[in-house]
């Protein structure tokens, strides 16, 4: 590796640190900006994220799901709190260029060549999981849960239209209802999306490692069972317990561990065929070669 390959990065301590301060001003300002925007919207993605319980709801045989809120800031704070999350998704292309325009400068050219990939199949595996969690989990997730609860046809049937408080019902006994807080319920989306395009990452993280040498598709053949068994604790901690939701997450992320093998081989088989175009392996040579046996 000559000296011309890598890019001038010899300025002092003092200017590194001017410049890793303006990344970070540009990088926060980009997150108040996005914040912003999706303040303005925020209703509407509440809206969006609550239709998975909205659509559980009438299948359930509630004609007009109502949710609720008890306190007088806790319908604010939430806007605030979908704000953050949406500002923080808007504004990552640009937090992941000032990141990638402060470290490129030490780099390789290979190295950022093999690099700025991973920093665009990031966000969209992320998305991927986030979208898999809302469309598919989620539903799952509250119809499980509201199977157990009694769904009132509408919120506030004890209050006639004149004032009056009226019996809940005919029958002797206490009924035991559904009324959901927006909070709540938005905490469990919120968390099954973040979990999912998490999960996602799976395959960023390992072809990483395999770049950095810290991870063989030998070695990770070879933890199979170990990752089956890690994957299905997952399941267990950020799924609801049925085993249909538990099942789906650890078919999609063995899979994606499956296609970490695959991306890491096509790794250690490039860096191959690198080392011999260099002269430092012969034709016959293959530094990965000991890691096929347990194949044949």
Not at 2 to 13: R, T
């Given at each position: 590796?000559?000296?011309?390959?890598?890019?001038?990065?010899?300025?002092?301590?003092?200017?590194?640190?001017?410049?890793?301060?303006?990344?970070?001003?540009?990088?926060?300002?980009?997150?108040v900006v996005?914040?912003?925007?999706?303040?303005?919207?925020?209703?509407?993605?509440?809206?969006?994220?609550?239709?998975?319980?909205?659509?559980?709801?009438?299948?359930?045989?509630?004609?007009?799901?109502?949710?609720?809120?008890?306190?007088?800031?806790?319908?604010?704070?939430?806007?605030?709190?979908?704000?953050?999350?949406?500002?923080?998704?808007?504004?990552?292309?640009?937090?992941?260029?000032?990141?990638?325009?402060?470290?490129?400068?030490?780099?390789?050219?290979?190295?950022?060549?093999?690099?700025?990939?991973?920093?665009?199949?990031?966000?969209?595996?992320?998305?991927?999981?986030?979208?898999?969690?809302?469309?598919?989990?989620?539903?799952?997730?509250?119809?499980f849960f509201?199977?157990?609860?009694?769904?009132?046809?509408?919120?506030?049937?004890?209050?006639?239209?004149?004032?009056?408080?009226?019996?809940?019902?005919?029958?002797?006994?206490?009924?035991?209802?559904?009324?959901?807080?927006?909070?709540?319920?938005?905490?469990?989306?919120?968390?099954?999306?973040?979990?999912?395009?998490?999960?996602?990452?799976?395959?960023?993280?390992?072809?990483?490692?395999?770049?950095?040498?810290?991870?063989?598709?030998?070695?990770?053949?070879?933890?199979?069972?170990?990752?089956?068994?890690?994957?299905?604790?997952?399941?267990?901690?950020?799924?609801?317990?049925?085993?249909?939701?538990?099942?789906?997450?650890?078919?999609?992320?063995?899979?994606?561990?499956?296609?970490?093998?695959?991306?890491?081989?096509r790794v250690?088989?490039?860096?191959?065929?690198?080392?011999?175009?260099?002269?430092?392996?012969?034709?016959?040579?293959?530094?990965?070669?000991?890691?096929?046996?347990?194949?044949?």
């Amino acid at each position: 590796m000559s000296d011309s390959d890598i890019e001038d990065s010899s300025a002092p301590l003092i200017e590194h640190l001017a410049e890793l301060r303006t990344r970070i001003i540009r990088a926060v300002l980009a997150f108040v900006v996005g914040m912003v925007i999706c303040f303005a919207v925020a209703s509407p993605i509440l809206d969006f994220l609550l239709v998975p319980i909205e659509k559980s709801m009438r299948a359930l045989g509630n004609p007009n799901p109502v949710m609720q809120y008890t306190a007088p800031q806790e319908y604010f704070f939430t806007l605030i709190r979908i704000s953050m999350v949406g500002g923080l998704a808007i504004s990552f292309p640009v937090i992941a260029y000032q990141l990638w325009r402060f470290v490129a400068p030490g780099l390789y050219r290979n190295e950022k060549n093999a690099f700025l990939p991973f920093l665009i199949a990031s966000p969209v595996l992320f998305l991927m999981g986030a979208a898999f969690a809302q469309y598919v989990v989620v539903p799952l997730a509250m119809t499980f849960f509201l199977g157990f609860a009694d769904l009132p046809s509408f919120v506030g049937a004890l209050v006639t239209n004149g004032g009056d408080v009226a019996a809940a019902s005919t029958d002797t006994g206490i009924d035991i209802v559904f009324n959901g807080k927006v909070n709540e319920s938005l905490d469990i989306t919120l968390k099954m999306i973040v979990a999912f395009g998490l999960c996602f990452q799976l395959p960023v993280l390992l072809t990483l490692m395999g770049k950095a040498g810290l991870a063989t598709a030998r070695g990770l053949r070879a933890t199979r069972k170990y990752a089956v068994v890690g994957i299905l604790t997952v399941a267990a901690l950020v799924t609801p317990p049925d085993v249909t939701t538990q099942l789906i997450l650890f078919v999609v992320v063995y899979g994606l561990y499956e296609v970490s093998i695959f991306l890491v081989a096509r790794v250690e088989k490039k860096r191959t065929e690198e080392l011999r175009a260099a002269g430092v392996l012969d034709e016959d040579e293959d530094l990965f070669a000991e890691f096929d046996e347990d194949d044949k």
